[in-house]
């Protein structure tokens, strides 16, 4: 059975908390590091995980779980260019 989109982006943004809750406030969690902890193989096959990675990151920041930074400021989609991050949303 394969897995759905669905199924994909749930299963990375259960990744990303987990990953951000192991980490001290205010600390941040680069895409791949989701997209490493997600993927079941040894191999490079997590890269092919990197668009769905950003995508969830983008859903868990729409819900306001996360906020998505790049150089240390929180941005929006639309103006996300380059290495992005991802910390946990203020309280």
């Known amino acids: 059975m394969t897995e759905t989109d669905a199924q994909l982006t749930r299963r990375l943004e259960r990744a990303i908390t987990a990953l951000l809750e192991r980490r001290r406030d205010g600390a941040s969690i680069c895409p791949s590091d989701a997209a490493r902890h997600a993927y079941d193989g040894d191999d490079e096959g997590w890269r092919a995980l990197m668009e769905p990675a950003r995508r969830a990151a983008w859903r868990l920041a729409a819900a306001g ?9 929180p941005v929006t989609q639309a103006e996300a260019r380059g290495p992005l991050r991802i910390r946990r949303a203020p309280r």
Not at 65 to 73: D, H, L, P, Q, W
């Open 65 to 73: 779980k996360v906020e998505v930074t790049r150089a240390g400021r």
